[in-house]
């Protein structure tokens, strides 16, 4: 009898103790199939969630307690490669490839030896940026049997050319890397594996305006991908492909649909800001307007307001030059959404309108010291205008312009005492506007008005030089070669000491030696 106890409660100690390595290995396997999936749905550019974090720590803690308090257990081996996935996960390479030698070494026979060397390629990889990793990869891939005894040769294909894929990438064989991701789909284990690797294909594509492999792998997504959210995402993809493609009735379409069914709530700012996207294209500006102006009442806060603010500053800025109203559009950009990509261009944007705007008060206050106020001032720019100054820009010497200038000022101003100063003041600001205009709005036609005033209705100053240069360069680009060589001539025979002669003589040298 007592022996017969002692046998089961052997058997039951052996069973507990079985029980618990089980259960501890199974949590482990729990979590990190749950960060895996995280992960993967991910976009490249993202880091790791605090939730993807933690579950990856489980994993591996609940492995090194496999690995170290039931080191006879069945499950040691698969919890070294468990670990080693968790690790790599996270970043740490170095010890995962230890994790992997370390099951190589101790279990020469293990089933999982293929995949761990797959799995220290990709370690290597990460940690060289090596082509050596591509060729073990397709080696790998070549010499794989096809006796699939263990269930696993199948989705070690699907990763191997998933690694395949992300070397190429690197090195931008763009077709290749396609390539191997559609095998990767082909030879996925289940449904959701094959349509993470569609989605993939889709995103890769379209990164690449490969947009009809985009199209095909986005609608394979939505049709049978089970996680709502990439299904979403696909659907927006769609839409934008169309819009960009010009396949206007299509997304019309789309949009309607999509905007009608609460499945697809989550995107209904996206799909209203394509909307006023696909207004934009058609040239239907009011309507585009209109309907950025509704998203920001409607889906205030998000990443679509913020974009809608910035639109509404781009056209207040380009088409009606309300450079306060524009200002305040763009200002709005970071107040929506922080995070917004917009954000930065918006702040760069805001920064360069207030310059703008100071820069033209000075400029006002200035001319007011010159010229005085009222009818003095409109009639010394009268003057200007009248001798077809604005635009064409006066070749002769600047000499009788300076002493005209200079009779004008007498004869309003004899209360002014350093007309020189307040003219290089002048010449600095219309310098300062005529940047901003030129090369920091693309407004090229109005940043050469102050350019030319600069040349043709100021005397000399120290900005004269390098207005007739960046006069030179505008008139260049825009087609006027004549015009731009006459003035580079004026530059190098007026002004012959300055930088800016020097820079033409130099780049005219080069020119002449590569002749």
Not at 170 to 180: K, M, P, Q, R, V
Not at 318 to 327: G, I, S, T, V
Not at 434 to 443: H, K, S, T
């Amino acid at each position: 009898m007592n022996k017969l106890v002692k046998i089961f409660a052997l058997m039951f100690v052996l069973f507990v103790w079985g029980c618990a390595y089980f259960n501890t290995f199974y949590n482990a396997i729990q979590f990190f199939e749950e960060a895996e999936q995280e992960i993967v749905t991910a976009s490249d550019s993202e880091q790791l969630s605090k939730k993807s974090e933690e579950l990856l720590q489980k994993t591996i803690a609940r492995c090194n307690l496999v690995v170290a308090k039931y080191p006879e257990s069945r499950f040691h081996d698969d919890a070294l490669l468990l670990r080693a996935k968790a690790l790599y996960y996270q970043g740490e390479f170095q010890l995962s490839k230890g994790s992997l030698e370390r099951l190589n070494s101790e279990f020469p026979e293990s089933p999982l030896l293929n995949e761990a060397r797959l799995w220290t390629i990709r370690c290597q990889w990460k940690n060289e940026s090596s082509k050596v990793s591509l060729e073990e990869t397709l080696y790998f891939i070549g010499e794989l049997e096809e006796d699939d005894r263990f269930g696993r040769i199948q989705s070690l294909r699907s990763l191997a050319h998933t690694i395949a894929s992300e070397i190429y990438q690197f090195y931008g064989e763009i077709d290749s890397a396609l390539t191997h991701l559609e095998k990767s789909a082909e030879y996925a284990a289940n449904r959701l594996d094959r349509m993470n690797a569609h989605y993939t294909i889709a995103e890769r594509a379209y990164e690449e305006g490969r947009l009809n492999i985009a199209l095909e792998n986005y609608r394979k997504v939505i049709s049978s991908h089970p996680n709502p959210k990439r299904v979403e995402t696909s659907h927006l993809q769609i839409v934008r492909i169309y819009r960009e493609t010009k396949m206007w009735a299509e997304a019309s379409e789309e949009i309607e649909e999509l905007t009608t069914n609460e499945k697809f709530s989550g995107i209904k700012a996206d799909l209203s800001l394509e909307l006023a996207k696909l207004y934009e294209m058609q040239g239907r500006d009011d309507e585009a307007r209109k309907r950025y102006e509704v998203i920001t009442e409607d889906f205030p806060k998000t990443a679509a307001s913020a974009e809608s603010y910035f639109a509404l500053g781009t056209a207040a800025l380009d088409e009606e030059k309300d450079y306060p109203l524009a200002r305040k559009y763009f200002d709005n950009v970071e107040r929506e959404f922080r995070e917004s990509t917009y954000a930065p261009s918006a702040r760069v944007r805001v920064q360069e309108i207030d310059d703008l705007l100071s820069v033209t008060e000075a400029i006002e206050k200035v001319e007011v010291s010159l010229f005085g106020d009222g009818e003095t001032k409109e009639e010394t720019e009268k003057i200007a205008i009248s001798v077809d100054r604005l635009l064409n820009v006066d070749l002769e010497s600047s000499v009788q312009r300076e002493k005209e200038i200079e009779n004008i000022t007498n004869e309003s101003h004899n209360d002014i005492i350093d007309t020189t100063k307040l003219y290089q003041e002048l010449s600095q600001q219309l310098y300062s506007a005529g940047e901003l205009q030129a090369f920091r709005f693309g407004d090229t036609e109005e940043g050469m008005k102050y350019f030319v005033r600069i040349v043709n209705d100021l005397p000399s100053t120290n900005r004269t030089a390098q207005a007739l240069y960046s006069l030179s360069y505008l008139y260049d680009i825009s087609g006027d070669s004549v015009r731009a060589s006459d003035l580079r001539n004026r530059l190098m025979k007026d002004y012959s000491d300055s930088e800016y002669a020097m820079e033409i003589a130099r780049s005219q040298s080069m020119i002449l030696a590569d002749a």
